[in-house]
C-alpha cells in the first residue's frame, strides 16, 4: 500500500450469499479521481432491494469480488478529475451509480451519474432519489407513455419506488391509486399524491378497487410485486391498459386470453436499460420537481454502517414499508 494514502471505512463483499457476507472493512484505501470522475464524500447512501439480490448471487449482473454494494448516495465532492468542469470541491451532490461502491465512507462516481442536491434538500433526501425516482419515471413516463388524466395505480405504493411514483403520477396530472399494508402506510400514501388508498390485506381490496374505478378499469398499474399481484392487476386494466412491472419475486401463473379482449400489456421496466440521454431527460424532469417542490423524497428506517446486514434483511422480510431505507455515514 502506499504510503500516506487515505484509508476509510467500507462495506465489502467477498462472497456471494445472505446478509451476513456483508463485512465492514477499515482499511480500505480510499480512491482517487481520473479523468471524468468525482470523489464524494458520502453522508448518506440509499438501500434498495437490487442490492439485496446481487449480494445475493442471483441477480443477472453478477459484479467481480470483492465489491463495496451501493450506487445512490448524497454528499459533497471532496476532489475531481482532470476532466470535470461541471463540478467543484464542496458542492452538494447525489447519484445514480458509483464506481466504487456507496456502503462507503467515500464514493468514485462518473460524472455523468452525478447531480446536483439543491440545498432544500438535505443529504438523507439526495440518497433517496436515485433508483426510486429514476425508476418511477421511466416506468410512468417512459414504458407506460402516461397522459394527463388517465388513471394509475400504484400497487405498493408506500415504499421508495411508489411514493416517488405517486408523487410523479400526481405532478403530470394523473389520477393516482395507491395499495399499502398498514394504516401508517395509507396515510404517507395519501400524504404523496395519491387520490385514494386501499389496504392490500384487506381480502376484498380488489373489489373496492373495482367499484371505485367503475367499468372502464385502470389505465397503468405500477406494479412491485407482480408474482403475487400480476393477475389480478390485468383484470383490472381498461382497454389497452398497461402493467408495468418494476419488481416480482418468483413465479405466477396468468391466463394470457385476460389481455386479448382488453388489448392490454405486460411491460418489464429496467432501470439501467436506459441510455445516458434518457438518464438526463430524466434528471432534467426530477431537477425541476425538487425545485418545483413536488420531489419531496420521504426516509423510512435509518441505518449506520455496522448494521447494513440488518438493513438488507429487513428490506426484503418487514412488509408494511413506509419510505426510503437509508444508510447514514455522518
Known amino acids: 500500500m502506499a504510503t500516506g494514502q487515505k484509508l476509510m471505512r467500507?462495506?465489502?463483499?467477498?462472497?456471494?450469499?445472505?446478509?451476513?457476507?456483508?463485512?465492514?472493512?477499515?482499511?480500505?484505501?480510499?480512491?482517487?479521481?481520473?479523468?471524468?470522475?468525482?470523489?464524494?464524500?458520502?453522508?448518506?447512501?440509499?438501500?434498495?432491494?437490487?442490492?439485496?439480490?446481487?449480494?445475493?448471487g442471483t441477480y443477472s449482473r453478477k459484479p467481480l469480488l470483492p465489491y463495496t454494494p451501493g450506487s445512490d448516495v448524497a454528499g459533497v465532492i471532496e476532489a475531481v478529475g482532470d476532466n470535470v468542469s461541471t463540478f467543484k470541491k464542496g458542492d452538494r451532490v447525489f447519484t445514480t451509480s458509483t464506481i466504487s461502491g456507496g456502503y462507503a465512507e467515500y464514493a468514485l462516481a462518473a460524472d455523468h451519474s452525478v447531480y446536483t442536491l439543491p440545498e432544500k434538500l438535505d443529504f438523507k433526501q439526495g440518497a433517496a432519489i436515485g433508483i426510486p425516482y429514476f425508476t418511477a419515471y421511466?416506468?410512468?413516463?417512459?414504458?407506460?407513455?402516461?397522459?394527463?388524466?388517465?388513471?394509475?395505480?400504484?400497487?405498493?405504493?408506500?415504499?421508495?419506488?411508489?411514493?416517488?411514483?405517486?408523487?410523479?403520477?400526481?405532478a403530470y396530472g394523473l389520477k393516482v391509486l395507491g395499495t399499502a399494508g398498514t394504516e401508517e402506510g395509507q396515510n404517507t400514501v395519501l400524504q404523496n399524491g395519491a387520490h385514494e388508498v386501499f389496504n392490500h390485506r384487506e381480502l376484498n381490496y380488489i373489489d373496492k378497487i373495482k367499484k371505485s374505478v367503475g367499468e372502464k378499469g385502470i389505465d397503468v398499474i405500477i406494479e412491485m410485486l407482480a408474482n403475487v399481484n400480476l393477475s389480478n392487476d390485468l383484470n383490472l386494466l381498461s382497454y389497452g391498459g398497461r402493467v408495468i412491472v418494476v419488481g416480482s419475486r418468483g413465479p405466477i401463473e396468468i391466463n394470457p386470453r385476460d389481455t386479448m379482449a382488453k388489448e392490454s400489456s405486460i411491460i418489464g421496466v429496467a432501470l439501467y436499460s436506459s441510455t445516458k440521454e434518457e438518464f438526463r431527460q430524466f434528471a432534467a424532469a426530477l431537477q425541476a420537481g425538487m425545485e418545483i417542490g413536488w420531489l419531496r423524497p420521504v426516509i423510512g428506517s435509518q441505518y449506520s454502517l455496522e448494521k447494513v446486514a440488518q438493513a438488507h434483511e429487513n428490506i426484503i422480510h418487514n412488509s408494511g414499508a413506509r419510505g426510503k431505507m437509508i444508510l447514514l455515514l455522518e
Open 10 to 56: 467500507a462495506i465489502q463483499v467477498f462472497e456471494f450469499g445472505g446478509p451476513e457476507v456483508l463485512k465492514l472493512q477499515s482499511d480500505i484505501a480510499v480512491p482517487i479521481p481520473k479523468d471524468h470522475q468525482v470523489l464524494i464524500k458520502v453522508h448518506a447512501c440509499g438501500v434498495n432491494p437490487v442490492e439485496t439480490y446481487i449480494r445475493s
Open 138 to 170: 421511466r416506468a410512468l413516463l417512459h414504458s407506460a407513455r402516461v397522459k394527463a388524466g388517465e388513471s394509475v395505480l400504484v400497487h405498493g405504493a408506500s415504499g421508495g419506488v411508489g411514493l416517488a411514483a405517486c408523487q410523479i403520477a400526481r
